[in-house]
């Protein structure tokens, strides 16, 4: 099952599967599908997992099983492929909640997301290869930007897992957080980006802009009342 929850424009998306260790079938890419269409409208996005066990733990085998023959397999690899690139792609800043460790496909899915906050007992790994395969929902590409080509290769090719603090020293992971109140420490972050600025600031982060195109988001912010209500209040402070 996949939850979804939109309050003061950050949208949370909850793959909540206990039996399976929040591992994801094609029912549960079909639900992932209808929760990023439905967050369309909001500022910012997080992805997590339900419990403090797994955030996801890969693609349910016992489901996808079933999948035998190479056109089944590439078709399932392209559908979660597209997931995970519409959660990159989303127009705020993305979060991935790592409330649990992510393995293999899970993973895949956390790197899609533009900045992840783990539990300080969290486990996380591209361990693809103990299965004699290899990630192909886009893993290994955004890890490789992440931490740079043969840092990914040799955390892939040899299913290497990381303890969230040596995560956090290569760059896989931004923000480690205490356990006791991991829940409501990600959320405030993940509220304080859902901005309009927060959106702009990421438009210049991820992609090439030309001053011209960087000057104009920053004076459409410039004259909302919103960055003038915020100035009057430093403003006043100094009076």
């Known amino acids: 099952m996949v939850e979804l929850e939109i309050e003061n424009g950050l949208a949370v998306v909850t793959i909540d599967r206990p039996h399976a260790r929040n591992a994801v079938d094609l029912t549960t890419m079909a639900e992932l599908e209808k929760a990023l269409d439905a967050a369309g409208g909001a500022l910012a996005l997080a992805v997590t997992g339900a419990g403090d066990k797994a955030f996801v733990s890969g693609g349910d085998l016992k ?3 079933r999948l035998r023959t190479e056109p089944e397999a590439a078709q399932m690899a392209l559908r979660m492929r597209a997931i995970c690139d519409r959660v990159a792609a989303f127009p705020g800043p993305v979060v991935a909640a790592l409330n649990g460790h992510a393995f293999g496909g899970g993973a895949e899915v956390a790197v899609a997301a533009d900045l992840r906050i783990a539990a300080e007992d969290v486990r996380i790994g591209f361990n693809q290869s103990r299965l004699a395969i290899v990630p192909a929902w886009g893993g290994a590409e955004r890890l490789a930007r992440l931490v740079g080509p043969g840092r990914a290769l040799l955390l892939a090719g040899t299913g290497r897992i990381l303890d969230a603090a040596e995560a956090e020293r290569l760059g896989l992971v931004d923000l480690v957080l ?5 829940s409501g420490a990600w959320r405030e972050v993940a509220r304080a980006l859902a901005t309009a600025q927060a959106r702009e600031i990421k438009k210049l982060t991820t992609r090439t ?16 009342d919103e960055h003038w209500e915020a100035a009057e209040r430093v403003m006043s402070r100094g009076k």
Request: avoid cysteine.
């Open 63 to 65: 489901e996808l099983a």
């Open 209 to 224: 802009r030309t001053p011209e195109e960087a000057a104009a988001a920053f004076a459409r912010l410039w004259v909302a």
């Open 178 to 182: 205490p356990r006791a109140g991991f």
